[in-house]
Nanobody
């Protein structure tokens, strides 16, 4: 019943931007924090950004002001605006919601070319 649908990933040149979206269903959205994580093969999944329902945020250190997380509670949708992308940002990006239980999206590939 719980479903997270991601969109917006793809191929982008270094220095470019992407906007990821994550639409949730099957949960009381306002009771959950939303977040984005990424994973490169052979490495641990790492936090990109998270936002609680009150709007407070936490970002991974590598973001350094380049990414912005937001959420639209009326649409049950979270966003990740990624600017000034670098080749090292290449990864599979996963949307998640955290509350009584944790749910993960299927992941979407982001490739940043040099």
């Amino acid at each position: 019943q719980v479903q997270l649908v991601e969109s917006g990933g793809g191929l982008v040149q270094a220095g470019g931007s992407l906007n990821l979206s994550c639409a949730a269903s099957g949960i009381v959205y306002t009771l959950y924090a939303v977040g984005w994580h990424r994973q490169v093969p052979g490495k641990q999944r790492e936090l990109v950004a998270t936002m609680w329902s009150d709007g407070s945020t936490k970002y991974g250190d590598f973001v350094k002001g380049r990414f912005i997380i937001s959420r639209d509670n009326a649409k049950n949708t979270a966003y990740l605006q990624m600017n000034s992308l670098r080749p090292e940002d290449t990864a599979v990006y996963y949307c998640n919601v955290n509350g009584f239980l944790t749910h993960w999206g299927q992941g979407t590939q982001v490739i940043v070319s040099s």
